[in-house]
Every structure is written in C-alpha cells, then in structure tokens.
C-alpha cells in the first residue's frame, strides 16, 4: 500500500518505520511539505497547534482518505459549550 506521513516526529516515524518494514511505500513529509497525490492513504501527525500549517504545504489530498493522528500535546482543551436544555 502507498501511504503518505504527514510529520516526522515520535508519531510520524513510529507509524512508518514499521509499515516501511511491512513493505509498505512510505513517503514521509516533513515541514517543507510534499505532494501526496500517488498514496492511498494519508496519516496526519503532527501537533494538533500544527495542523494548518502543515496541510498548506501539501498538496495532492483531495479525494484521499486522511487519518487523523494530531494531538493536543501542550495545548489548553477548549470545553464544550453548556447544552441548552431540551423542551
């Protein structure tokens, strides 16, 4: 399978060296960005604060399926708005 790594940090490269020794085509993207178009899947994993940035320098991700890895490391979780109560 062709997979592209979006971040090559902890998450990044701990998800692809093992698909790599899998047999897997890893394409591994770093901050200067990369196109994605030839993979079949395409793994986010990049610091949730990092998210925008990081996708504005690939291109190639329409019509892909993503999965998200980010996560909110070092950032304050917003909370959830109080529901209204229902009628």
């Known amino acids: 399978m062709k997979i592209a790594v979006i971040g090559r940090g902890n998450v990044g490269?701990?998800?692809a060296d093992p698909w790599e020794s899998a047999?897997?085509?890893v394409t591994r993207i770093g901050r200067g960005g990369g196109?994605?178009?030839d993979a079949e899947v395409v793994v986010v994993a990049v610091p949730g604060g990092a998210i925008a940035e990081a996708l504005d320098t690939v291109h190639g991700l329409e019509g892909k399926m993503v999965i998200d890895a980010t996560n909110l490391w070092g950032v304050a979780?917003?909370?959830a708005s109080p529901r209204a109560p229902s009628s």
């Open 77 to 79: 979780p917003r909370r």
């Open 13 to 15: 490269g701990g998800l």
């Open 23 to 25: 047999g897997h085509e």
């Open 35 to 37: 196109d994605v178009s």
